[in-house]
């Protein structure tokens, strides 16, 4: 029998066991050596702060449903967000891996799991596992920078320098962005992003974000506010510190926000894309 974590609150895991799966004709047996988790959004799930209904992909909305109660006590939520392991069976379809490859994979924290070939990445010899289970949040960064259009000489802010933010801030210093300013409250994290190459940090909890972000860019704001911290004062004080016309990238998972967020002061004023 295999074995997974699932959570059943947001603080109680719990094993379980399942029955060994067999790959399909295009799917791949992967036993997990190493794994990672994606702090933000799983913890959006096992909160339930994530949950917004089921998402209409015609619509491209959220539509309300009615919560189904369920006789089973609670619902276990699957955690884990990438692994890798050693290829241990391929279906009849699968040209491209054999067994004893070791690929990484979107899965959760499971002994065996059957992702279809085209879901898995062949590690090259030289890379290591720590590298392979940071795609994920490297593919979130590159999407920020992307979406923010982050070119040469840009002043960047990025606020929450979580994994995924450390990613930012090394992309947008590739992309020739200048200066690069981080956003946190935690020390260890504002010392890693000077480490990745930002050239200020600040600890929004102890200065004014938003003016502090207009003073080191002369005044003029960041052109790109790239957010992953999913905190309401976060994006209020990127609405603050971005200049007139740039872009906010709102990349975060965060819960609604509440009372006090106020788009009618410099966002209504300085009128940035979001």
Request: glycine share 12%.
């Amino acid at each position: 029998m295999a074995r997974e974590i699932v959570a059943l609150s947001p603080d109680k895991l719990e094993i379980r066991e399942f029955e060994d799966p067999v790959p399909a004709d295009d799917e791949v047996l992967v036993r997990s050596a190493y794994g990672a988790a994606k702090h933000g959004t799983e913890m959006a799930a096992v909160k339930g702060y994530g949950r917004r209904g089921r998402f209409d992909p015609d619509l491209q909305l959220f539509v309300r449903e009615e919560q189904q109660e369920s006789d089973d006590g609670p619902r276990a939520i699957r955690v884990g967000n990438m692994i890798v392991g050693r290829v241990e069976g391929v279906g009849s379809g699968v040209e491209k891996l054999a067994v004893g490859d070791t690929v990484a994979v979107h899965a959760s924290f499971r002994d065996l799991v059957t992702p279809r070939e085209s879901r898995c990445w062949k590690l090259e010899s030289g890379l290591s596992w720590k590298s392979a289970v940071c795609i994920d949040p490297a593919d979130f960064a590159m999407g920020a920078v992307r979406d923010g259009q982050v070119r040469i000489g840009d002043a960047v802010a990025v606020f929450g320098l979580g994994a995924i933010g450390l990613f930012v801030v090394q992309m947008a210093k590739l992309s020739g962005a200048c200066p690069i300013i981080g956003l946190d409250p935690l020390a260890n994290r504002r010392e890693a992003a000077i480490a990745c190459g930002a050239d200020s940090v600040i600890d929004p909890t102890q200065r004014d974000a938003g003016l502090e972000i207009k003073l080191a860019t002369g005044n003029r704001g960041a052109d790109v506010v790239i957010d992953y911290s999913g905190n309401m004062h976060a994006m209020q004080a990127a609405l603050r510190g971005v200049a007139f016309g740039g872009t906010v990238v709102s990349g975060a998972f965060p819960s609604p926000f509440g009372a006090g967020f106020d788009i009618g002061a410099e966002a209504h004023q300085n009128r940035p894309n979001i």
